[in-house]
């Protein structure tokens, strides 16, 4: 049978139609559900509580002794801030550290007197000292040891070397062909002339003639030159290629476009070193870059005129 009961029409007068009862049915039979209500007469205060906790019981109006029991879980006690006082023995378990924390800030002061010495006393008074180096002590020292940078071996301070610590020692080979006053001024001192990979230039490739007699230096001229014509390029096109023997370039614009020159591969609108205006003229500066240069024109037509000397 199911719970709560529903009235019917006519049936009692005193019950409103279709009023529901709540009920739980127990074996057919209802029992009526009914709330607790602590109010006096005319006045409803429902009692406190909830499904999970039950009642709100007042602890204290309650007398005499209560007996807790923890259902075989821990009972937590709190003091409230107060003192709870334990009668009979407790049983402490668990495992413990030997040594416990106390506190001494109510522990009562002990007064220490006698006599205490700080650990450096103060000195008054006259203090003799012995062994140590007086002036006159100091003058007798001097008249025994001979003056630094002394040459006569009469006054010299021997020193004996055990033989153990002797190496036997190689005098140095014998040293020649350094220059001398005569070898620079009759001409027979040479000196030579490097690159900057260390290389001895030669006197076939040598770009200095030296005198050293006469104490001149003069510039080796230059014999040999290489013309070109390179054909202007909307794209990068090489100018010059890579020359170690290089000792002198010149570059003509022979276009009415503008030529942007670059030291290096890959010449741009972006990326090169000079730019050349129609008609215009251009020299290696020195030290000559003997690397290769590229170029690229804004619009192709006309030539560069390209003068290499060697």
Do not use: C
Request: aromatic share 4%; no cysteine.
């Amino acid at each position: 049978m199911a719970d709560n009961l529903t009235t019917q029409s006519g049936t009692p007068a005193t019950v409103p139609s279709a009023s529901v009862i709540a009920t739980d049915d127990v074996s057919s039979v209802h029992f009526q559900k009914v709330k607790l209500d602590v109010g006096g007469d005319g006045v409803s205060v429902p009692a406190s509580g909830d499904a999970t906790n039950g009642l709100d019981v007042d602890v204290t109006r309650v007398q005499g002794t209560v007996t807790v029991g923890d259902g075989g879980g821990t009972i937590s006690v709190d003091d409230g801030g107060g003192t709870l006082t334990v009668d009979g023995t407790v049983a402490v378990t668990g495992a413990y550290q030997a040594t416990q924390p106390v506190s001494l800030a109510t522990a009562p002061t002990t007064p220490v007197t006698g006599t205490f010495w700080q650990t450096t006393q103060p000195v008054s008074g006259t203090v003799a000292v012995t062994g140590v180096a007086t002036e006159l002590t100091l003058a007798s020292v001097d008249t025994k040891t001979p003056a630094l940078g002394q040459a006569l071996a009469a006054y010299s301070v021997p020193v004996i070397l055990p033989s153990a610590t002797i190496t036997t020692l190689t005098p140095p080979a014998a040293i020649s062909g350094f220059a001398t006053d005569t070898k620079q001024s009759d001409g027979t001192q040479k000196s030579q002339i490097v690159d900057g990979s260390g290389n001895v230039i030669g006197s076939t490739t040598n770009a200095l003639d030296v005198n050293i007699q006469s104490g001149s230096i003069s510039e080796k001229p230059i014999t040999a030159a290489t013309l070109t014509n390179v054909t202007s390029s909307a794209t990068t096109a090489t100018i010059l290629a890579s020359n170690s023997n290089r000792r002198m370039a010149t570059i003509y614009n022979d276009s009415t476009s503008a030529l942007y020159l670059k030291y290096g591969a890959t010449a741009s609108a972006t990326s090169y070193t000079i730019k050349m205006e129609a008609g215009a003229y251009y020299e290696l500066p020195t030290p000559v870059y003997t690397g290769v240069l590229d170029g690229i024109w804004i619009s192709a037509n006309g030539f560069a005129r390209v003068t290499e000397m060697v």
